[in-house]
């Protein structure tokens, strides 16, 4: 089934799907893959593989692979395996793995695995046992995992003095620079350059760049 012009289709075959112009995606029918390069609006996305380079827009989307480098919106994702180099806006995600290096819009992240951001994270709330973020820009509220690293994106070419901003960090090990945070809570803490922290709960060993400051240390 191909879609070159306007149009509705359902199809329960369980083959290879895509959509090139504009398209509807019917509620109910599961995909083995689903490809869109056109338009693409939906209520439910049921299928092994998607992948959007065009503008996919709707409810939720339960799938083994994702992949996006369009512009993918939806109310929420659960999902395996996620690879985000487009715009990926919506409420909640629930994956094993998502890595992102285009702009991140979305209310809750719940990552059992890994969780890789570079670009401009606009995040409310983050639960993942990693999570690696190379950038120096965008905001975060709640983080909560294992490992956290924040660390300079060699490709971000704005203000040198910009920071991510975030609400808090709840983490075992928590390495960071470039970044604004009100509160971290964890047990070993590596400040690195061009950090400002409010305040740092700290059960074990800490270490804070010359050039960063922390203006309440507690220890637990």
Known sequence: MKIKGVGTYTDASGRNHRVLGTGELSEGEHLQSLKVSGKCSFDK??????????KCGGGSITARDL???????????????ITASGKCSGKSVDAKIFSASGKVEVDSLTIAQTLKLSGRPQIDSVKADEIFIATRDGSIGAIKCRHIKIFHDENFFDNQRSRVRIKNIDADTVEIENCEVAVIKCRDAVIGKNCAIEKLFVAGK???????????TIHT
């Not at 996305?45 to 065009?54: A, H, R, T, Y």
């Not at 992949?67 to 395996?81: M, P, Q, R």
């Open 206 to 216: 800490c270490t804070v760049a010359d050039d960063s400051t922390v203006a309440e």
């Open 45 to 54: 996305i049921s299928c092994d593989e998607l992948n959007v380079s065009g």
């Open 67 to 81: 992949k996006t480098s369009g512009e993918l919106e939806f109310d929420n994702i659960t999902c395996d395996e």
